[in-house]
């Protein structure tokens, strides 16, 4: 699957706020009486945030094997 440059960005700064967003519930949810809810909500956003990530290790393989191919040419 091919994005674009600007969609790639925007999912990659997605990942990061789900991670963090992930890490202040998690963090916050004993301090705030609601560590169930919170578990529940961290687990949903580390999943989503994991789901992204396996799309950009294919990104990441495809840019190496790009470079190999060019410097074998070369």
Do not use: C, H, P
């Not at 990061?16 to 705030?32: D, E, K, P, R, Y």
């Not at 961290?42 to 990104?59: K, M």
């Amino acid at each position: 699957m091919k994005l674009k440059k600007s969609t790639t960005r925007q999912l990659s700064i997605a990942v990061g706020l789900l991670s963090f967003t992930a890490f202040v519930i998690q963090g916050l949810g004993s301090t705030w009486g609601f560590e169930e809810v919170a578990k529940q909500i961290t687990q949903t956003a580390l999943l989503f945030s994991g789901g992204i990530n396996i799309y950009f290790l294919g990104v990441t393989n495809q840019k190496n094997n790009a470079e190999k191919e060019k410097s074998d040419v070369n």
